[in-house]
């Protein structure tokens, strides 16, 4: 069992939404043509976005969630309270491992993840989701036993 999700007041999920959407405008994916727009939402009310950014060495691509998050911390920006993922498919996609593990660095566990359909808000929400065909899940659902910066604080022999 996972620690209870924390809870977005109405506005501020519509406002992670509407900034996913927002961010996936600034998608560079001409190799996959899978544009991604992420979210994050601090805990001083700013909306910072991302988008997916590839590269000709595909190695070189940074994801959208990602992005959003090494904007936010290299301008001081810490503490997060949501995160919203968008992409053009018509059902909630999950951050890749990568991803995740990178949110983990910065997030509690219990911080809500949203991830949005493109036809959001859908007329006939799918199984398993939430308003409008959102999939509401937390870091520590997508990132089970998850290895974190307090481990490297533990005593070692
Ligand atoms: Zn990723």
Redesign the pocket.
């Known amino acids: 069992m996972s620690a209870r999700a924390l809870t977005l007041s109405v506005p501020d999920r519509q406002r992670l939404i509407e900034g996913a959407f927002e961010a996936k405008k600034g998608t560079y994916s001409p190799y996959s043509k899978f544009p991604v727009g992420a979210a994050l939402l601090s805990v001083d009310g700013q909306i910072i976005k991302g988008a997916n950014i590839e590269n000709a060495s595909y190695g070189g691509t940074i994801?959208a969630?990602?992005t959003a998050l090494v904007k936010a911390v290299s301008e001081g920006i810490r503490s997060f309270i949501g995160l919203a993922v968008v992409t053009d498919v018509k059902a909630p996609i999950s951050?890749?491992g990568?991803?995740r593990q990178v949110i983990r660095e910065f997030c509690v566990l219990n911080m809500p993840i949203l991830l949005v359909p493109a036809d959001y808000p859908q007329a006939e929400p799918a199984e398993g989701t939430t308003e409008g065909g959102v999939r509401e899940t937390t870091l520590g659902e997508l990132l089970p036993d998850s290895f974190g910066p307090e481990h490297l604080e533990l005593s070692r022999k």
């Open positions: 994801c969630e990602r951050p890749c990568m991803c």
